[in-house]
């Protein structure tokens, strides 16, 4: 089982910033993918940004040029930058770690992000 848990998501103004953060525990083996999913207020949860344990990231298109994927292997935490944050960002933000074919696809509680006009 592997167990992930989110940082505190938060209400930000328009244009503002806010970091996201999981940590990974558990029986977790690579390779794996670690990232990000929403779900806003009666929208199905859609990717975000997801980053293979090689390094390779896939971006939704509303988030490139404002979002920003990282993860740290050694310490099984991904991260989640965001910047330029709109009040469409708002949203329950979900940590997943999937390591199919392999293994199982596991989720976070989900944080929630409010982001003001």
């Known amino acids: 089982q592997v167990q992930l848990v989110e940082s505190a998501g938060g209400l930000v103004q328009a244009g503002g910033s806010l970091r996201l953060s999981c940590v990974a525990s558990?029986?977790?083996?690579?390779?794996?993918?670690m990232g990000w999913y929403r779900q806003a207020p009666g929208k199905q949860r859609e990717l975000v940004a997801v980053m293979g344990s090689l390094g390779s990231t896939n971006y939704a298109i509303s988030v490139k040029g404002r979002f920003t994927i990282s993860r740290d292997n050694a310490k099984n935490t991904v991260y989640l930058q965001m910047n330029s944050l709109i009040p469409e960002d708002t949203a329950v933000y979900y940590c997943?770690?999937?390591?199919?074919?392999?293994?199982?696809?596991?989720w976070g509680k989900g944080t929630l992000v409010t982001v003001s006009s």
């Open positions: 997943n770690l999937n390591h199919s074919p392999y293994g199982g696809n596991y």
């Open positions: 558990g029986s977790i083996f690579s390779p794996n993918v």
